[in-house]
């Protein structure tokens, strides 16, 4: 009995099998999403047709198919990935930091992103192949200046002087890039739809993301167990045998790739790091091993559904999707923080 | 086992060890003690090798700086006296971590080093709180879980930063009496900083007086439990008579100084 009390952390099998459910069914209502005439069965028939290998006739119209494959199927796809890409890059910080409120968006990487990403459209004629190279290196250098600017600030680099520091560094590049922009006053409306988050980019931004995606997918759900082990504090895993400043350097740059990716496909999406993991964190257990592998899958349906909301809401229009996530991550925020100052007190 | 000479430790301003030399053999038990802030902590942190120091530390005959971190996390396991413990950890998940040193860096746990951290539960009597979160647990009961990571380690020496202060009498004597069968059984090697004296006369073989940072008297028992010596370093008054295996007893006077 006591043997399988020890089992290493893990996701529960239930836990996952519930995960991808809801995964499955918010990406059923993305297809779904506001068009009239299609009941869900048959998008569900349709997505199973869509599968290699697969043949069923859903019994929509071409019109139909074509609306849902050229449009909903690539932007629900979309959605997926940046939002598990954002929720597994959130909890990797909160891994490398040790602190339940460090985010891509208030770190200052997606800010960092966002600067060398306008750079990148502002200066460069076609920039689609290296906006991610770009964004990789402002989401980089944004992490860097916060963490160094929260650790001269305070000596302990606790919660709140990290997320100052953040707060700091993203109005800093948030300013320089506005700056930037209005250089280019022909290309505002793109860097602004860009600034506020689209998901709706089409299948190019799909494949654009896709082997960034799974490179840090991978990278960083192997480095679970290290995670757990940053969590006792340096000197302690120093103890244990593992150079910490090692692992802290190849999540860091896991996560940055991640944020990277995801903000050069979608622009800013905040709050979906902080929500997704700390969610998943109350519900199923707080090991590095569990808390990764389901916020990739919890926060690619969480901004599936965002975006369904965001293109609902006041339909026939859109709202940004950007404005969506922080519409719910705001509030959430700031009950995590009452939180975390209760229990860390 | 343990081989340190001339070692000193500046943090901040303050020199906070200064000139401390000390071997302790395999197999010994050496207890280190001394008032709050004489630096006993920061001893056991610069033996572990998590505090710059000046000075040479060896650890089985090898110098300690030529140690990788694993190989030296192979040979001694360390029990902060603060250690950090995540709230949402269960307690079998933070006792595998004592487990690291032998794990790939991307790898899992074995069998065996589930079946070794299963046992070491068991004997610290945390067999059925392995599912609770840490968040959960008494004091006492923390300071036994992290005891139990140090022992899951394996090491051939035990660094324990005051591994009793939050124990009931009990479990105070059965985790000492555990400690000193693995000892006596495995010949662990045994630094432990304890803040009550009698029970540092008790079981270890030496103990090492620690005033402002040096040195002030190393020996058996009953040469450094003296009521001058305590008098002098702890400013405390205290009577001090031999126990019933000839090991000192502190009591301490009510109206001391
Ligand atoms: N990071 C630090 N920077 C500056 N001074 C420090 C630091 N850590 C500890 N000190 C100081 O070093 C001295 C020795 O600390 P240490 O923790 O080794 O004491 P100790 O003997 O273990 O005390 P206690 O009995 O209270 O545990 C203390 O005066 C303490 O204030
Ligand atoms: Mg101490």
């Given at each position: 009995m006591l043997d399988t009390q020890l089992r290493p952390a893990r996701a529960r099998p239930l836990w996952v099998a519930g995960a991808l459910a809801v995964l499955a069914a918010s990406m059923v209502a993305g297809l779904l999403g506001g068009a009239a005439g299609i009941s869900p069965w048959q998008v569900v028939l349709q997505a199973l047709d869509w599968l290699p290998f697969v043949e069923i006739d859903s019994g929509l119209a071409p019109i139909e198919k074509g609306l849902l494959y050229e449009l909903r199927l690539p932007r629900v796809l979309v959605a997926a990935v940046v939002g598990g890409l954002l929720a597994m890059a959130g909890a990797g910080y909160q891994g490398v930091f040790r602190n339940p409120l460090a985010d891509p968006y208030l770190l200052g990487a997606a800010a960092g992103a966002g600067l060398t990403t306008t750079l990148v459209i502002v200066m460069v004629p076609a920039p689609v192949l290296t906006i991610p190279v770009a964004a990789f290196v402002g989401a980089i250098g944004g992490v860097m200046l916060a963490f160094a600017l929260g650790n001269t600030a305070g000596r302990s680099g606790g919660t709140a002087t990290l997320v100052l520091a953040g707060v700091a560094v993203t109005s800093f590049l948030t300013?320089?890039?506005?700056?930037?922009?209005?250089?280019?006053?022909?290309?505002?409306?793109?860097?602004?739809?860009?600034?506020?988050?689209?998901?709706?980019?089409?299948?190019?931004?799909l494949w654009l993301v896709l082997p960034y995606a799974a490179v840090?997918?991978?990278?960083?759900?192997?480095?679970?167990?290290?995670?757990?082990?940053?969590?006792?504090?340096?000197?302690?895993?120093?103890?244990?045998?593992?150079?910490?400043?090692?692992?802290?350097?190849?999540?860091?740059?896991?996560?940055?790739?991640?944020?990277?990716?995801?903000?050069?496909?979608?622009?800013?999406?905040?709050?979906v790091g902080i929500v997704v993991p700390h969610v998943v964190r109350r519900l199923a257990g707080g090991s590095y091993r569990i808390v990764l592998p389901l916020s990739l899958i919890g926060g690619a349906a969480f901004l599936v559904l965002a975006d369904l909301l965001a293109r609902t809401v006041i339909a026939p229009a859109e709202l940004p999707i950007g404005v969506v996530t922080m519409f719910i991550g705001a509030p959430f925020f700031v009950a995590v923080l009452r939180m975390t100052r209760r229990t860390s007190t | 086992m343990i081989g340190v000479s001339g070692l000193s430790v500046t943090l901040g301003e303050r020199e906070v060890l200064s000139d401390v030399t000390l071997q302790v053999r395999r197999g010994e038990w050496l207890a280190v003690i001394g008032p709050n802030g004489a630096g006993k902590s920061t001893l056991l942190k610069a033996v572990m090798g998590?505090?710059?120091?000046?000075?040479?530390?060896s650890i089985d005959e090898r110098p300690a700086a030529s140690l990788k971190p694993r190989a030296r996390a192979r040979l001694v396991a360390y029990a902060p006296q603060t250690p950090a413990l995540p709230p949402d950890m269960t307690v079998s998940e933070y006792a595998l971590l004592g487990r690291t040193p032998y794990i790939p860096y991307l790898g899992r746990e074995s069998r065996h080093d589930r079946e070794v951290t299963a046992s070491v539960l068991d004997r610290l009597d945390l067999s059925s709180f392995a599912a609770r979160r840490l968040g959960e647990l008494s004091g006492g009961e923390r300071q036994r879980v992290v005891l139990a990571r140090a022992l899951?380690?394996?090491?051939?020496?035990?660094?324990?930063?005051?591994?009793?202060?939050?124990?009931?009498?009990?479990?105070?004597?059965?985790?000492l009496e555990l400690v000193d069968r693995l000892r006596l059984a495995d010949g662990l090697t045994v630094v432990s900083t304890l803040h009550d004296l009698t029970?540092?006369?008790?079981?270890?073989?030496?103990?090492?007086?620690?005033?402002?940072?040096?040195?002030?008297?190393?020996?058996?028992?009953?040469?450094?439990?003296?009521?001058?010596?305590?008098?002098?370093?702890?400013?405390?008054?205290?009577?001090?008579?031999?126990?019933?295996?000839?090991?000192?007893?502190?009591?301490?006077i009510r109206g001391g100084p």
């Open positions: 300013a320089i890039q506005t700056f930037v922009q209005q250089f280019k006053v022909e290309e505002l409306q793109r860097i602004y739809s860009w600034i506020l988050g689209d998901v709706g980019g089409g299948w190019d931004q840090s997918s991978v990278a960083l759900l192997v480095h679970g167990r290290m995670l757990d082990v940053l969590s006792v504090g340096d000197d302690e895993a120093t103890a244990l045998g593992v150079r910490a400043s090692r692992v802290r350097l190849a999540v860091l740059l896991a996560a940055s790739l991640a944020t990277a990716a995801a903000v050069a496909v979608s622009g800013l999406i905040g709050f | 998590i505090v710059g120091h000046r000075g040479e530390v899951a380690q394996q090491a051939p020496v035990l660094l324990l930063d005051e591994p009793t202060t939050a124990l009931d009498l009990g479990h105070q004597q059965q985790v029970v540092a006369g008790q079981y270890a073989d030496t103990l090492l007086l620690l005033a402002e940072g040096r040195a002030a008297a190393h020996g058996k028992p009953v040469q450094v439990l003296t009521g001058a010596l305590i008098g002098k370093h702890f400013d405390a008054h205290v009577k001090i008579e031999p126990g019933p295996d000839g090991r000192p007893v502190v009591h301490l």
